[in-house]
């Protein structure tokens, strides 16, 4: 699971990076706010999908015993 997560990060990472670069005329017009708001959507959004992969494997482990 991690692979894919880092996977998800290694792919959208150039896109981003593109994104905030403030040579590039074409992106001249994308708000700063809104691309930060859109990376710590997707940070939340890793953490929280980790979190219940966690939660599952822990209550599997409980009911296992």
């Keep these: 699971m991690k692979k894919i997560l880092i ?7 150039p896109t981003l990076a593109l994104a905030v670069s403030p040579f590039d005329p074409l992106t001249t017009a994308v708000s700063f706010t809104d691309v930060t708001a859109a990376l710590f959507t997707v940070a939340a959004a890793i953490v929280a999908v980790m979190v219940i992969i966690k939660g599952i494997k822990w ?3 409980m009911l296992g015993r």
């Design 59 to 61: 209550v599997y482990r």
């Design 7 to 13: 996977a998800v990060v290694v792919l959208l990472a």
